[in-house]
């Protein structure tokens, strides 16, 4: 089975600092990692995404994660948060091994505050 | 281009009613989703379908039915309706499991 951890609900930011939203997860195979933001009363949202190649992933509006295979992590990062960037922030996994079952498993999302 | 589109946006069922949330996408994509969002617990699958006439279930998938008999509709329909089925309801579409998936603005569901 996958899963997917995001262990803060909230992080807090200083307008210009740069950012961290924490993400690990757990495969039995390779896994398809990706990285969704959402907006009050809007849909989600897609920012980037991990499938195979360069470890380092960048993305929508300046946003970067990076994969580690040994640590199993995709954390989302930015060199320096905007307020607009204050949002609910959600990580996915996928099991390569599913053989195109199961869709995608979230985690229960980190709100990012940005403070000006 | 309208992407993934669902109705209603609000719904307020009593317990024991049933309903159709219609989703619709017009990119044709082969890979649609329902997910159900509670507070704290981030998206939830409940069904999913690879392409029209293949649906499968979730992690959620009791008290809700799906079908898939085109490539563009994946209806959700929930046979009656219990309060623990108050929720946010997306649906979502890729090309593929390793491509962006486009969500559509959701339907808040209260029910009473």
């Known amino acids: 089975a996958q899963s997917v951890a995001q262990p803060e609900d909230q992080v807090n930011v200083a307008e210009g600092n740069p950012l961290t939203v924490k993400c690990t997860y757990s495969v039995s195979g390779n896994p398809y990692l990706f990285w969704y933001v959402q907006y009050p009363n809007r849909g989600l949202q897609f920012l980037l995404k991990?499938?195979?190649?360069?470890?380092l992933v960048k993305g929508s509006y300046g946003f970067e994660a990076e994969f580690n295979k040994s640590q199993t992590s995709f954390h989302l990062k930015k060199p320096s948060a905007l307020v607009s960037d204050s949002a609910l922030y959600f990580c996915?996994?996928?099991?390569?091994?599913?053989?195109?079952?199961?869709?995608?498993?979230f985690g229960k999302g980190t709100h990012l505050i940005i403070q000006p | 281009n309208a992407g993934v589109t669902q109705t209603p946006k609000f719904q307020v069922l009593k317990t024991g009613q049933s309903m159709t949330l219609q989703c619709a996408q017009d990119?044709?994509?082969?890979?649609m989703s329902w997910y159900r969002q509670d507070p704290g617990m981030g998206l939830r699958l409940i069904h999913y379908?690879?392409?029209?006439?293949?649906?499968d279930q979730g992690e959620v998938p009791n008290g809700y039915n799906v079908s898939r008999s085109t490539t563009e509709d994946f209806p959700l329909r929930l046979l009656s309706a219990a309060p623990s089925q108050t929720s946010v309801y997306f649906c979502?579409?890729?090309?593929?499991?390793?491509?962006?998936?486009?969500f559509g603005q959701g339907t808040r569901l209260t029910v009473v």
């Open positions: 979502a579409s890729s090309s593929d499991w390793n491509t962006e998936a486009f």
């Open positions: 996915a996994v996928r099991d390569t091994t599913g053989g195109g079952a199961d869709g995608l498993t």
């Open positions: 991990y499938i195979t190649g360069d470890n």
């Open positions: 379908s690879v392409g029209a006439g293949i649906t």
């Open positions: 990119m044709n994509h082969e890979y």
